[in-house]
């Protein structure tokens, strides 16, 4: 039970994370000109792989917005967060 919990927090995790950057969850690009990069996969993933220790950073932060913002509706998002 504890290993079905953890496999679907990875899966929640990945979601939430995506979600956050404002990637969406369709398939993306990650190497070339128009990619997010190596090193943003790989902190995806990593923050993925281990939630539990992201959530409670997460949470010991105060729920931080996120410090990536990939295209313009996280933007707006964060606009209206910053100046309300």
Do not use: C
Not at 26 to 52: M, R, V
Request: glycine share 14%; hydrophobic share 50%.
């Amino acid at each position: 039970m504890p290993g079905i919990v953890y496999l679907l927090g990875i899966l929640v995790a990945t979601i939430v994370v995506r979600s956050r950057a404002g990637v969406g969850q369709g398939p993306i690009k990650i190497l070339g000109s128009d990619g997010f990069g190596l090193g943003w996969f790989l902190t995806a993933l990593s923050a993925s792989l281990f939630w539990p220790i992201t959530l409670g950073l997460w949470l010991a932060r105060g729920r931080p917005e996120p410090r990536v913002v990939f295209n313009e509706k996280a933007a707006e998002r964060r606009r209206r967060s910053v100046h309300p």
